[in-house]
């Protein structure tokens, strides 16, 4: 695995900064799972914080109004994550400087003499899914099938430059501490870990100060502090770092009595039981040698990111020579600024040859170094060969499916072989074999 000494993104001088889009385009299916009901229609007007779409079946998300305006198109939109993607545009009201009133505040007495099923529902109708990666729905991942007697709350950075995860831990902790009370209510477990890597050591300070007030109703709660690794918040790796349990091929971390929830996601918890706050804005991390300031704001989904530039929220000192949406990683790079930030957007970075490696592709060399890095013990140059030569099944036979994509080994690749886009051909093929 690689270890980040240092991170490159905003740390020492971040702050977050709330934005008020004019504008949202607002995806539907911002989650895994089916694409929730719709209940506007063009010309409708919406209020911050009101429901655009519901839950159509068990694994499906809520969509709520990031502003109040009016609905101005319904339609398909390609975003580098969804694909084609059906989305709400909503004009935002002019002038608007609103913020989310919550229709309702609970006080702590009220939360801990809440029933499972209700907490579960609040949770459900806020849309919170899992801000750390695939935006699993949360209540979801709160009703599991077997029992679980393990609660990690996941506050190791996924990729590296991403530092939204840290900022929320220093600015939110007492909140965050409150949405883990929740999950671990609801999920009955005897035990919490809180993992933190050694580069972010304000928030071990933070997480363990306020722990030691023993105010809060955590079974057994214990921050760990982890190395800072990549890709150290990988579900799997975190829970065998933590509990020695291995979760099996094609397993979930149920399968091993673990639930994992990523800090920001206990966050929006938090919001959506103490004031039936909507997953409406979340903190993204905007990095890479481009910009004048990289910072992290509390953005509005749906924002657009040409609307930051327009407005010189983000100003380049540079031009950028690519846009990646997400980390660098696993991030995706964009060929315009015309996409929306969705509920799962942990960063953009606006990199130029100072970050960029650009050297061409070459021929494999056979060094190992991508087995040697692979966080799950897999083959990855075989991969490569297979997805050249057309020999499908034979992917299957080197575990191609227990791949999460991570980059690592085309991150340390010599030949600069994009490793992980023959891996996401392999898989999308895979896919399309087993339909026929
Ligand atoms: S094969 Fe997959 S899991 Fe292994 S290093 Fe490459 S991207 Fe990561
Ligand atoms: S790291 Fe690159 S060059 Fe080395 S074995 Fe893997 S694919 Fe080949």
Request: hydrophobic share 40%; proline share 6%.
């Amino acid at each position: 695995m690689l270890r980040i000494e240092e991170e490159k993104g905003p740390q020492k001088n971040f702050y977050t900064q709330k934005v008020l889009p004019q504008k949202v385009v607002i995806p539907l299916s911002q989650h895994t799972g089916s694409l929730p009901k719709l209940l506007v229609k063009v010309k409708d007007k919406v209020k911050l914080g009101e429901i655009l779409a519901e839950p159509s079946s068990f694994i499906s998300s809520a969509i709520h109004a990031s502003v109040s305006g009016e609905v101005k198109d319904i339609r398909i939109y390609n975003h580098p994550v969804l694909k084609k993607a059906k989305v709400v545009i909503i004009s935002a009201e002019k002038n608007s400087s609103e913020r989310f009133e919550p229709p309702y505040i609970r006080g702590e007495e009220q939360v801990k003499n809440m029933e499972s099923s209700e907490l579960i529902s609040l949770i459900r109708n806020s849309g919170v899914v899992g801000l750390g990666g695939a935006g699993f729905p949360t209540y979801v991942k709160l009703s599991p099938s077997k029992k679980v007697d393990t609660l990690i709350v996941n506050g190791c950075e996924c990729e590296p430059y991403l530092t939204c995860d840290y900022r929320l831990m220093i600015e939110h902790t007492e909140s965050i501490l409150k949405g883990i009370e929740v999950i671990a209510k609801i999920l009955q477990v005897n035990k919490v870990y809180i993992a933190i890597e050694d580069n972010k050591l304000e928030a071990v300070k933070r997480f363990n100060s306020k722990l030691h007030t023993k105010k809060y109703a955590l079974p057994s709660a214990e921050v760990v502090v982890l190395k800072s690794f990549y890709p150290q918040g990988a579900e799997k790796q975190l829970i065998y770092r933590l509990t020695r349990r291995k979760v099996p091929s094609g397993g979930l971390p149920f399968d091993v009595g673990c639930v994992v929830q990523n800090v920001g996601t206990c966050f929006s918890v938090y919001e959506a039981v103490y004031f039936n706050k909507p997953l409406i804005e979340r903190i993204v991390t905007f990095a890479g040698s481009a910009l004048e300031e990289p910072k992290n704001l509390l953005i509005r989904i749906g924002t657009v990111l040409e609307e930051l530039v327009e407005r010189e929220i983000l100003k380049f000192k540079k031009e950028p020579e690519k846009v990646i949406f997400g980390g660098p990683m696993m991030g995706i790079a964009l060929d315009s600024l015309d996409y929306p930030i969705i509920k799962t957007t942990s960063g953009v970075l606006f990199l130029t040859g100072e970050d960029l490696d650009l050297r061409e592709e070459s021929n494999c060399i056979k060094c190992g170094r991508c087995v040697d890095i692979c966080p799950m013990n897999l083959l990855p140059l075989e991969f490569v060969r297979l997805v050249k030569k057309g020999l499908w099944s034979e992917l299957k036979e080197f575990y191609i499916s227990d791949c999460i994509e991570c980059g690592s080994c085309a991150f340390v690749c010599p030949a600069k072989i994009p490793l992980v886009n023959y891996i996401k051909a392999g898989k999308e093929k895979l896919k399309s074999l087993n339909k026929t």
